[in-house]
């Protein structure tokens, strides 16, 4: 449950600052990805970097480094762990948007359309986690799609949501958080074409180190995409996460 201060609640469980609760969220996958590259590069340098064109090759795509022992189970397990939170996170911005545009329908509309994108880009996230290339390519493949169309929908229509607020009232901490959301969008954007552009030559042209700047590109999309995240620090700045069970019924 996301609160400010509670005054319906008692015995909280567990009572976290929101800021917190979206660090603790992001630095998991982050975390499990440096891991994941860091092993790959150390132990797994060969296998890695090794693509169809057999080039030279210098960095492993995401695919890659989350597809061999260990490093499949620590980003399985740094996934696994996040997912929940941000699913919390997204119901989160709904109420967030209907308190917002409760009188305004095509806002309402694309705040409902902003939920379910961000539903389907952390389904194809778990999808793209637990179904590793070196096991099923096509449902690996399907859901790194899903994940990047539904993330950059999901950006696209969150800044234009926040440019509305903008012409009304923001505080000082939204005013930075939509600032940052549409540079980390732009950037974001702007990885996943150049991202683009270098995996089509590389398939059509074997050129050696092409492939290494498609992975340094994709780690820049990821990287790019959970600091698009990490702006509820400001959206929700004085929130609080809690758990608790609701009052008793003291009726005898």
Same mark, same amino acid.
């Given at each position: 449950?996301?609160?400010?201060?509670?005054?319906?609640?008692?015995?909280?469980?567990?009572?976290?600052?929101?800021?917190?609760?979206?660090l603790g969220t992001v630095l998991l996958p982050l975390t499990g990805l440096i891991a994941?590259?860091?092993?790959?590069?150390?132990?797994?340098?060969?296998?890695?970097?090794?693509?169809?064109?057999?080039?030279?090759?210098?960095?492993?795509?995401?695919?890659?480094?989350?597809?061999?022992?260990?490093?499949?189970?620590?980003? %399985?397990?740094?996934?696994? *762990?996040?997912?929940?939170?941000?699913?919390?996170?997204?119901? /989160? +911005?709904?109420? !967030?948007? &209907?308190?917002?545009?409760?009188?305004?329908?095509?806002?309402?509309?694309?705040?409902?359309?902003?939920?379910?994108?961000?539903?389907?880009?952390?389904?194809?996230?778990?999808?793209?986690?637990?179904?590793?290339?070196?096991?099923?390519?096509?449902v690996h493949k399907n859901g790194f799609i899903v994940f990047i169309a539904s993330s950059?929908?999901?950006?696209?229509?969150?800044?234009?949501?926040?440019?509305?607020?903008?012409?009304?009232?923001?505080?000082?901490?939204?005013?930075?958080?939509? %600032?940052?959301?549409?540079? *980390?969008?732009?950037?974001?954007?702007?990885?996943?074409?150049? /991202? +683009?552009?270098? !995996?089509? &030559?590389?398939?059509?042209?074997?050129?050696?180190g092409i492939y290494t700047l498609f992975a340094l590109c994709e780690y820049l999309v990821?990287?790019?995409?959970?600091?698009?995240?990490?702006?509820?620090?400001?959206?929700?700045?004085?929130?609080?996460?809690?758990?608790?069970?609701?009052?008793?019924?003291?009726?005898?």
């Amino acid at each position: 449950m996301l609160q400010g201060p509670y005054t319906n609640l008692d015995r909280p469980l567990i009572q976290l600052r929101f800021t917190s609760f979206v660090l603790g969220t992001v630095l998991l996958p982050l975390t499990g990805l440096i891991a994941c590259l860091t092993i790959s590069l150390w132990y797994h340098f060969e296998d890695a970097t090794y693509t169809h064109c057999q080039v030279s090759n210098y960095l492993p795509s995401i695919s890659s480094a989350i597809s061999r022992v260990p490093e499949r189970y620590i980003w %399985r397990c740094c996934i696994g *762990l996040h997912s929940a939170p941000r699913f919390l996170v997204s119901a /989160a +911005y709904f109420n !967030f948007y &209907r308190g917002r545009f409760a009188k305004r329908l095509p806002e309402l509309l694309l705040s409902g359309l902003a939920l379910l994108c961000s539903v389907a880009e952390n389904t194809g996230l778990l999808l793209l986690t637990y179904v590793s290339s070196t096991e099923t390519y096509n449902v690996h493949k399907n859901g790194f799609i899903v994940f990047i169309a539904s993330s950059l929908l999901h950006m696209l229509i969150t800044c234009r949501l926040w440019h509305v607020i903008r012409r009304y009232y923001m505080n000082p901490e939204e005013m930075t958080s939509y %600032r940052w959301k549409m540079r *980390l969008f732009l950037f974001n954007s702007s990885c996943c074409l150049v /991202a +683009y552009y270098f !995996f089509r &030559r590389h398939n059509k042209y074997c050129e050696p180190g092409i492939y290494t700047l498609f992975a340094l590109c994709e780690y820049l999309v990821v990287f790019s995409n959970m600091a698009f995240h990490m702006t509820a620090f400001w959206d929700f700045g004085s929130k609080e996460v809690i758990v608790a069970t609701p009052p008793e019924d003291k009726r005898y």
